[in-house]
C-alpha cells in the first residue's frame, strides 16, 4: 500500500468543509478520525508480521529435536521397555507369560497360530528370552524367544497375535590359518585362536586319508574356510573350501568342489578324498587299545586275542558308521554290552561295542550312511570305562583295519574336470604359499553368506 499525507489531504477538505453545516462538518471529521486510527494499525500489525517472518528464517532445522528410531529383532523399540531373561528349568509359556499381564486365552490363542511355526513344548531351560511392554503395569505387547543364535521368534500378544520366525543376516569371513602340532590338533587350533568345530571341519576334509589318532609332532597343515558372523560376532564355522596336511614327506590335499551331483571333497587330480570307509568311528578321541593278538585282558586278567581297536571318550559321544551299509545286528551280550554290526558289502564288515545306548532308529534291517550317527560312546558289557571297540571284518576275518589299503575311487567323470581344476586353482591361490610359522597367521575377505551354515559336524 501506498503512503498518503494524511496531514495535507486534511488541510484541502477543511478547506472545502467550512461552507457545510456545523453537524454535517462533525460527522465528516468523525470519519476521518477513524480512517486514521485503522491506517495506523494495519501498518503496525504488518511491520511485526514481516518481523516475525524474518526471524522465522533464521531458525534452523537442527534446531527441532529428531527423533532416531532403534531396531531390535526388526520393531521399532523407543516406546518400549525391554526387559530380558532366560528360561527357567520346567518353565512353561503360559507360566511365563502369566508373569507379564499375559492370562491363558491369550496364551491358548497363541500357542495354536505358532503351530506351523514353532513349537511351544520346545522353549528349553537357560534360553534368552525379551519381553517389550510399554507399560508393566499393562499386558505385554510382545515375547521373543532366542533358540539359537541364528533366530528368533516373535509373540504378538496384542491384536491378532500372530507368531512369526525370523533369521539374522549372516555374514562370513574367508580365512587363512595354519599350525604346527606340538602336542595335538586341538591344542594347536586352540593355542591359534581358532576353535574345536574348526577342528571337526578339517577331520571332515582329510579323515579318509589322515589318521587323526596318530599325529605326530611336528605335523603341519594349512585351511581355507569360511567364518560365520551375526552382528560382528562370530557364530560358527561354514564350509572348509581347501585343506592340507603335511605329514612326515607325504602331503595331502582337500579342495570342496559341488558340480550338484556329488559335493564333497576331492584330491588335486579330481579323486574323491572318500575312500569308502572313515579312518575311525569317533572324534574327538585317543587310542586306548590297538589290535592286538596276545593282550592281556584288563577285566579276565588273562591273555586273549583283542581283534579290534579301542578309542577312548567321555559317555554320550556320537559313534560313526565309518561306511554305507545294513545294520544286521543291534543288540546286547554280557561281553560286547550294546553293541552293533553292519554289513557294507559283501567282503567288508564292522562292529561297534560297550554303547551307552543306540541312536534313534537303529534296528537290524536299517540302511546307514557313512558318517551317520548310530550310537553313543559307554561302558556296558566287559568294559573298564566308556570308550568303543571298533572291530573290522574283510572276507568274514578280523582284520587290523588301520593297515588296511583300500583302491582309489575314480575321478570325477571329463565333463567337470575343466570346472572343477577352475576352482582348484583358485582355492590353492587363496591358500597361498605353504609356509608354517609357529603362530597362526589370518587373511579376511568378507562377503554376504549366500548359503545356511552347516550344522556342526554335520555331513
Not at 87 to 107: E, M, R, S
Not at 130 to 150: C, G, H, K, M, R
Request: hydrophobic share 35%.
Amino acid at each position: 500500500m501506498k503512503n498518503v499525507d494524511i496531514r495535507e489531504s486534511f488541510k484541502r477538505l477543511k478547506s472545502d468543509l467550512f461552507p457545510l453545516s456545523w453537524k454535517t462538518r462533525l460527522s465528516i471529521l468523525a470519519l476521518l478520525i477513524g480512517m486514521l486510527l485503522f491506517f495506523s494499525q494495519t501498518t503496525q500489525s504488518g511491520n511485526q508480521l514481516q518481523a516475525s517472518l524474518s526471524a522465522a528464517e533464521k531458525v534452523e532445522l537442527g534446531s527441532f529435536p529428531v527423533r532416531i528410531p532403534i531396531l531390535k529383532y526388526g520393531l521399532v523399540v523407543n516406546d518400549f521397555q525391554i526387559l530380558e531373561n532366560e528360561i527357567q528349568p520346567n518353565q512353561f509359556l503360559a507360566d511365563l507369560l502369566q508373569q507379564y499381564k499375559v492370562y491363558y486365552p491369550t496364551v491358548e490363542q497363541l500357542v495354536k497360530n505358532a503351530k506351523d511355526v514353532f513349537d511351544v513344548r520346545q522353549l528349553r531351560a537357560d534360553k534368552p528370552f525379551a519381553i517389550l511392554t510399554q507399560d508393566t503395569s499393562q499386558q505385554a505387547d510382545y515375547f521373543i524367544y532366542e533358540p539359537n543364535v541364528y533366530e528368533y521368534i516373535i509373540f504378538h500378544l496384542k491384536g491378532g497375535l500372530e507368531v512369526t520366525r525370523k533369521e539374522r543376516e549372516m555374514v562370513t569371513k574367508t580365512k587363512v590359518t595354519q599350525g604346527i602340532i606340538t602336542s595335538s590338533l586341538w591344542n594347536a587350533m586352540v593355542e591359534n585362536g581358532t576353535s574345536f568345530e574348526l577342528a571337526s571341519k578339517m577331520e571332515d576334509a582329510l579323515q579318509w586319508s589322515i589318521d587323526f589318532h596318530h599325529l605326530l609332532k611336528g605335523d603341519r597343515f594349512r585351511l581355507l574356510y569360511e567364518e560365520n558372523l551375526i552382528d560382528g560376532q562370530p557364530v560358527g564355522v561354514g564350509q572348509v573350501q581347501a585343506a592340507y596336511f603335511r605329514q612326515l614327506d607325504n602331503e595331502y590335499f582337500a579342495i570342496y568342489f559341488d558340480n550338484d551331483k556329488d559335493p564333497g571333497y576331492y584330491d588335486l587330480e579330481g579323486r574323491p578324498m572318500n575312500k569308502g570307509f572313515l579312518k575311525a568311528p569317533v572324534k574327538y578321541t585317543r587310542i586306548s587299545s590297538r589290535y592286538n593278538r596276545n593282550r592281556f585282558h584288563p577285566i579276565l586278567k588273562r591273555r586273549r586275542p583283542h581283534l579290534g581297536t579301542d578309542y577312548a571318550a567321555p559317555y554320550g559321544t556320537p559313534i560313526y558308521s565309518v561306511g554305507n551299509g545294513v545294520v544286521t545286528k543291534a543288540s546286547y551280550t554280557k561281553g560286547n554290552g550294546n553293541y552293533v554290526k553292519i554289513k557294507h558289502n559283501n567282503t567288508y564288515q564292522t562292529q561297534y561295542l560297550h554303547m551307552q545306548k543306540f541312536a534313534k532308529g537303529i534296528r537290524p534291517g536299517v540302511q546307514v550312511k557313512q558318517g551317520q550317527v548310530i550310537g553313543y560312546v559307554g561302558s556296558t558289557g566287559l568294559a573298564t570305562g566308556p570308550h568303543v571297540c571298533f572291530r573290522f571284518w574283510k572276507n568274514g576275518r578280523q582284520v587290523n583295519h588301520l593297515r588296511l589299503k583300500f583302491p582309489p575311487p575314480a575321478p570325477l567323470p571329463e565333463k567337470d574336470l575343466p570346472a572343477f581344476f577352475k576352482v582348484r586353482d583358485a582355492r590353492l591361490q587363496e591358500l597361498g604359499n605353504i609356509e608354517h610359522p609357529k603362530k597362526v597367521k589370518v587373511v579376511e575377505r568378507t562377503q554376504i553368506l549366500e548359503k545356511d551354515i552347516q550344522p556342526f559336524m554335520g555331513k
